[in-house]
């Protein structure tokens, strides 16, 4: 059974992890010199807005908006222009080859006041119908699995240019639900937590800001489709990465974005040593000395984009992910546009497209593949004095 769910967290999920095929045409798992990491419930790593999408998967660091409690908890109290809001996102999968299976990302803030922002968000990834047989080759019933993930997001302002953040997570995978035959396997659950810091810095002389941020997510312990005994990490990751953004008039402006990303994850927790007995705090704080420097510093991946705003309404992305050849080898390109409309109530409606072209031969489960964010946003109140943030 535990065969049965590696291969299948390989073929439906491991393109959010590895590029499918290493450039010998071996399966990366195959390839002795790969160092490939992997996790259960990787659907967590999977970038669920077409802002960031567009944009290489960067968003630590890039203005806050709705979707902001993804990357970095820290950021989402300084969304502007927003009381309340709302934003629903759809990513195909696998769309050149099957068409039931999708990534589904529904979020919505509040803001109580100047200083304090709360959300919720829900993310659910829908695996399609599945067909099981059995070693010798009989059909053993049909079942959908699914994972979802629901979040709860604190953002504090601290001071008028710094902010914090937390999430709280519960999460469930379910791959086989109950065909006979698979007695031993059951639904992995979890309980994870994120936190994130935000600064951000305006020079007014300048016409420019510049934001930083970091974050850590997935924060969890560890699950298991089987054996209490052996249980795997999910993917906590360390997001560290900047935003620079420029007006160039009163009407264009650019924004430069670049995120450093690691899985906080034993460096050796793969598909022939899964450290099932590996605790939690020394497997995640150990990552980062647990080989050498020269693979530890492959082990960072890159994401690097630009964003272009005419007249606050319409906007056009593209930007770049790097991920070291021995450690998955994805390297892709990305854009995407958007339009933000102020309706007369000054309520704000937008919507954002994506699309990613890999540049390396092999299998990427979201190449040449549009993905859709929706979102409206209602005006924030006037802040009364006593919501003034701390000097």
Known sequence: MRKFLSAWLFVGLAPVIVNAQGTSGQVVGQDSSNHVITTAMPFLGITPDSRAAG???????????????????????????????????????????INDMKLLYLTGFYRIDRNQVVSAALKYFDMGDVQFRTDQNIENGRYN?????????YSRLLTEHFGLGGSLRYARSNLTGAIPGYADAKA????????????????????????????????????????????????VNLRLGGAFKTELDQLNSLTFALDFNKLMV????????????????????????????????????????????????????????????????????????????????????????AYMVPTVLGNNALAQTLRFTLFYVMPVKTAKQNDTPND
């Open 188 to 235: 992995a659950n979890t309980v994870a937590v994120d936190i994130g810091a935000f600064y951000t810095k305006q020079f007014e002389s300048h016409n420019s800001s510049l934001s930083l941020g970091g974050s850590i997510t997935n924060f969890g312990s560890k699950v298991t489709y089987t054996s209490p005994s052996s249980k795997d990490f999910i993917p």
């Open 55 to 97: 944009m290489g998967d960067v968003g630590v660091a890039t203005s806050a908006d709705a979707n902001s409690s993804y990357w970095n908890p820290g950021k989402l109290v300084f969304i502007d222009k927003g009381g309340m809001g709302f934003s629903t996102s759809y990513t195909p999968w696998l769309a050149r080859i």
């Open 266 to 353: 034993p460096s050796n927790n793969t598909a022939q040593n899964k450290n099932h007995g590996t605790p939690l705090f020394s497997g995640v704080f150990g990552s980062f000395t647990d080989a050498p420097l020269s693979r530890e510093l492959a082990e960072i991946k890159i994401a690097t984009g630009v964003e272009y705003w005419y007249n606050n309404f319409f906007a056009a992305r593209v930007g770049y992910f790097y991920e070291a050849k021995d450690e998955g080898n994805r390297k892709y390109l990305t854009a995407g546009m958007g339009i933000r409309y102020e309706m007369a109530n000054r309520d704000v409606f937008g919507l954002d497209m």
């Open 145 to 153: 699995p699914r994972e979802f993930a629901f979040d709860v997001t």
